[in-house]
């Protein structure tokens, strides 16, 4: 029940319906929102009278009534009905209660003003020449001399909502209490009218005409309430007259006095009991499909709730596996580190070694040639001459035997002080940048900002692309195939002037200024209104009929099982297989311009028709 309460409040003022009537096209609103809601228009303007004054340009140019086809009902919405006469063609706007009506273009009398009145029942008269327009269609039509009275009350949908008030009733209240109503105790099955003791006791004593009154209980009161006779409906035309027929043709309820009137005399009417058990019984058969449906959908719900648990178990699964996976990836570079780290200590070792080595060597040397040297002067310093060459010959040769074991080499360094590593980290941090999910199970994925061209205007959740530029201009999907299957599709939301858009995949690095299919980096099919083709390095091929529209749908099916691309148009295959012998890594790509727009869905399964190839099945990278 609670579901239903939407369908029993007024458009207008958001509350239960009060004396609603139906309009003709079928909405139904509350008698005094109606009138709250009527613009008064012009009556000295009219499509005769303008042609007869012969007045220039006036506020409604009537004469282009039919180029611009404002009434017509495919085109515009807008309809004029049966016994109404159509609303001018002015520009709509929005009412004071969010309704789109005709503005008058004179200004309103104060009682004409937008303002809500309330449920009192009785209205003012409906000034003439007054336009309604329907809150939730938006059709327009002008009252006729009956004004609101030209339309039928909704009995029904009184009931309904008089039945589901009184449900939602926690307790059935005193009707006569001027206050806070106390709970009723009793019901006047006569007076129809629920009583609290005090106001039983005071306006319907058990004397007089009082006393043969039947007094039940609330709740039986209700009941009876659910179970009293229908009312007779009368004709909105013939007030004294009770519907009693039915015309098939008009499809509305009638009097015998509106086919004597000769309204309806030519019009095939029915019984209108018969009619009423035979739309009973269309209306329980539609309902039993639509109860069908319903209980699908709630199959359905149940299904979808499934799959949040399920993705929230998958997720969880998926990050402790990319966890896991970038863990084994920095301890794999951790024992690489430790490796060049020994290496470097090895280096730096040996490098010290050598250099104290040669250290101690030249320290040896050094002293001796000192202690030389030291020697050589004290000798000089002798004043025998046959004593000093006894042994000057001996002395100079020591000399000139030290000087040489000073030669070319022996003051240089046998070791550099640098380290001649250079490790080699930039193939490694390029492919840490490029790391990245090449392959899922369901390749989801959206357009990618960081990459598109400037042009490009993505929206959407970045689902829907369009360009604001007339040049073609490119935009990549932000995840990267190598392996597997893959399917998506991209529909048409907007295509004007036949632009040639081009779909299919590119390498990273694509040019982004030129169609797709330009140079050597993409692969595509561009397509116009009648025929495709395919393009890769401005080659051409493979012209093929058939074309695109709003609402086309172009699919992109890639199988690196098979190395091939191709391409369909509204679920058929277009021409052959566009491209072959594809391996790598390759990106969903799009070029377009400013006329058209599209919309991308991802992670679609692979079409029915196509039996994909025998190598490795598309799996997760975990």
């Not at 909105?236 to 519907?243: G, I, K, Q, Y």
Request: charged fraction near 20%.
């Amino acid at each position: 029940m609670d579901e239903m309460e939407e369908e029993l409040k007024c458009p207008v003022c958001g509350s239960f319906y009060r004396e609603p009537i139906i309009l003709p096209c079928s909405h139904n609103i509350c008698l005094a929102c109606a009138r709250n809601i009527l613009v008064q228009t012009p009556d000295a303007e009219s499509p005769q009278s303008s042609r007869a004054s012969g007045s220039g340009v006036s506020d409604y140019d009537y004469l282009d009534l039919d180029k611009m086809s404002l009434y017509s009902e495919a085109d515009s919405g807008y309809g004029s009905y049966g016994g109404f006469v159509s609303a001018p063609t002015t520009p709509c706007q929005k009412s004071p209660n969010g309704v789109r009506v005709f503005p008058p273009t004179v200004p309103h009398p104060p009682q004409a003003q937008h303002h809500l009145l309330p449920h009192t029942g009785v209205l003012p008269p409906v000034p003439r020449n007054s336009c309604l327009t329907c809150p939730q269609c938006h059709r327009s039509l002008t009252l006729d001399d009956r004004g609101l009275r030209g339309f039928p009350k909704n009995r029904v949908l009184e009931g309904v909502v008089d039945r589901y008030q009184q449900s939602k009733a926690a307790a059935l209240k005193c009707q006569l209490c001027e206050k806070s109503p106390r709970e009723a105790t009793v019901m006047c099955e006569q007076c129809d009218v629920f009583y609290c003791d005090p106001c039983r006791l005071r306006c319907h004593p058990p004397r007089g005409p009082l006393a043969k009154h039947r007094l039940v209980p609330p709740a039986q009161g209700r009941i009876s309430r659910r179970a009293s006779p229908r009312k007779i409906s009368t004709c909105t035309e013939h007030e004294l007259e009770n519907l009693s027929m039915y015309c098939v043709q008009c499809k509305t309820p009638v009097c015998y006095q509106c086919l004597e009137d000769g309204k309806h005399s030519t019009h095939e009417v029915k019984a209108l009991g018969a009619m009423w058990k035979l739309h009973k019984g269309q209306l329980s058969q539609a309902l039993n499909v639509l109860s069908d449906r319903a209980t699908e959908a709630k199959e359905f719900l149940v299904q979808l709730r499934n799959m949040v648990q399920h993705i929230q178990e998958n997720g969880v699964e998926f990050e402790a596996c990319l966890v896991a996976q970038c863990d084994a990836l920095i301890e794999a570079l951790n024992r690489r580190k430790a490796q060049l780290l020994s290496r470097v200590t090895k280096e730096h070792e040996h490098k010290l070694s050598v250099v104290r080595d040669q250290i101690s060597h030249c320290t040896v040397k050094l002293r001796q040639t000192t202690g030389l040297m030291e020697y050589c002067l004290e000798v000089i310093k002798e004043n025998d001459p046959s004593g000093f060459l006894q042994i000057s010959d001996a002395l100079i040769r020591r000399v000139h035997m030290t000087e040489n074991q000073w030669g070319k080499g022996s003051l240089t360094p046998r070791m550099s002080s640098d380290f001649d590593l250079t490790l080699d980290s930039g193939p490694l941090l390029q492919t840490i940048h490029q790391l990245d999910f090449v392959q899922m199970k369901v390749a989801w994925f959206t357009f990618d900002t960081a990459s598109a061209h400037p042009d490009i205007i993505l929206s959407n959740d970045n689902l829907t692309v369009t360009c604001n530029s007339y040049d073609d201009r490119v935009v990549m999907g932000n995840t990267g195939f190598s392996r597997g299957v893959h399917y998506w599709e991209m529909t048409i939301d907007r295509y004007d002037n036949h632009p040639d858009p081009a779909f299919g995949i590119a390498r990273a690095d694509v040019m982004k200024d030129v169609m797709l299919g330009k140079d050597d980096k993409a692969w595509a099919m561009y397509v116009d209104n009648n025929r495709s083709w395919f393009m890769h390095n401005n080659s051409h091929t493979n012209r093929t009929d058939g074309g695109i529209s709003k609402g086309a749908t172009v699919g992109v099916l890639l199988d690196f099982s098979r190395g091939i691309l191709l391409f369909l148009i509204n679920d058929e295959q277009q021409g052959p297989v566009a491209f072959n012998t594809l391996e790598g890594m390759y990106y969903p790509a799009i070029s377009l311009n400013r006329n058209v727009q599209v919309t991308l869905h991802s992670g679609l399964p692979i079409p029915d028709f196509y039996t994909p190839g025998e190598s490795e099945a598309a799996g997760s990278v975990c």
